[in-house]
């Protein structure tokens, strides 16, 4: 089966763009350039543009033209129940976790509250900066319940997937609920994640259940919102 022709050219764009050809943050060739250089028409160039823009490549700016920038790490886990370790290492991408702290603290009214514990009732507080391709693109911050899991510190999680610990523990996570807002990011978390301060920050608030409906996990997790994006899937 031939391949069609936008598919040619954005795989050629793509190529100039890993080559250096193109660099980040410079000027592609405007459309009608292009169609000069391929031959042809409007609506092809376009096609093979917009895949670019869609995979993160390329992105269309007002006033100025097509710039290369940085691809976007496509995030599933708002539909699929999987750690970011499995989910980054079945696309083909290097995902490496640096512990910031690992620690035994008394719950927060909003630990508690997501953990149906008593306020002042122990949990563990782990603090984890994921990376991507040598990129750090997360910080996540979970809470555990101790009375569950009392030798849960002896973990090396830097190794370990949480989900796989608590799973082996007893308390598989079956179902999770997820809230999701927008904020900017501060002095510490710019330092960590590599990002301008005030800059945009997806900002997830996750519970994760068990059988019964038990929760054993609370995190807040603070995602770059330059180098990720997220697929939300939805059925009738």
Known sequence: MSIPLHKKISED?????????????????????????????????????????????????????????KPKFQQEFTHVIESFDSEMSRKGIAPKTKILNFTIMKASDEVAENLRLNKGDKV????????????????VTSYIPHYLFPRFQE????????????????????????????IKADETTSDLLDVEIDEPLFYFHTQGFSNDRRPVEYSISKYRGDLNYFVFELSQ
């Open 13 to 69: 764009l793509l190529q100039k763009i890993k080559s250096g050809v193109y660099p980040e943050n410079e000027l592609i060739p405007t459309e009608h350039e292009l169609v000069e250089m391929y031959g042809v028409s409007r609506p092809t160039i376009r096609h093979a543009l917009q895949s670019l823009v869609n995979e993160g490549y390329l992105e269309k700016r007002k006033k100025r033209g097509t710039v290369v920038t």
């Open 124 to 139: 563990y507080k782990l603090i984890r900066l994921r990376y991507a391709e040598d990129k750090p693109v997360v910080l």
């Open 155 to 182: 973990i090396d999680f830097t190794q370990e997937k949480l989900y796989k610990a608590l799973e082996e523990a007893g308390y598989p996570v079956i179902a999770v609920s997820r809230k999701l807002e927008v």
